[in-house]
């Protein structure tokens, strides 16, 4: 592999390269995770509408969501009919900070249990989990944390089932000041949700180093920090 092509492999932007009939040629790790989790047919789609008219290079600037993959912009490339090229610009998902979050070294299950069990009281919805169990105890503060938690199943509680999911983000990780963390994430989600709730889900996230990703599922993303001097 070439100093060029190792650039593009490891280039935080997803780049595929496609036959004229949608075959994937090539890819760099990026776009593997995205493929992984999408239709390539779609991706292949959205380089055929925004290629230039004529043989040649085009960027074009929009929103773009794939769940939890975020862009704001793509070029689309092609020399000959026989193969055309995308690349997607991620749009940054983290809040970078030169100091990690501060807090104490807890158990995510029992913070994530004690929110069910507080919620389930007044509550005749069913919690569904879904657990990776190999998630090690983490720094976090768990107060900041249950609230939020608390805000999130407020934003569902009034659907019959409410399904919780724990699971590593394989391949996303986020810098504070020199080292670099993997990510593990609490998704909720249920048939519908309260839009009010999720206002105040969203001022409630913005005002704590707790990140939290609001789509159709929401998800509180954290780092793996297990050492209080880390």
């Not at 190999?134 to 934003?155: G, M, Q, R, W």
Request: charged share 20%; net charge negative.
């Amino acid at each position: 592999m070439t100093f060029a092509q190792q650039w593009q492999e490891y280039d935080y932007n997803p780049f595929i390269l496609f036959s004229c009939d949608g075959k994937i040629l090539s890819l760099n790790s990026q776009a593997q995770f995205l493929i992984n989790s999408f239709n390539s047919k779609e991706i292949f789609e959205l380089a055929t509408t925004h290629a230039n008219v004529s043989f040649g290079f085009k960027t074009t600037f929009l929103d773009l969501e794939f769940g939890r993959y975020k862009f704001f912009g793509l070029t689309v490339g092609y020399e000959s009919e026989e193969e055309i090229g995308i690349k997607l610009y991620q749009a940054p998902s983290f809040k970078l900070s030169h100091t990690a979050p501060s807090g104490e070294l807890v158990n995510i299950y029992t913070l994530v249990d004690l929110c069910i069990s507080t919620n389930s009281i007044n509550s005749n919805a069913k919690f569904i989990k879904e657990f990776d169990p190999t998630i090690p105890e983490i720094v976090v503060d768990s107060n900041n944390f249950i609230k939020i938690l608390n805000k999130v199943y407020a934003c569902f509680i009034s659907n019959e089932n409410i399904f919780t999911k724990i699971y590593y983000k394989i391949g996303e990780h986020v810098k504070f000041g020199d080292k670099k963390y993997s990510l593990f994430a609490i998704e909720v989600f249920s048939a519908s949700r309260d839009i009010q709730k999720e206002k105040e889900l969203h001022l409630l996230a913005k005002n704590n180093e707790i990140f939290v990703d609001i789509q159709k599922k929401i998800t509180i993303n954290l780092p793996i920090i297990r050492c209080l001097n880390s």
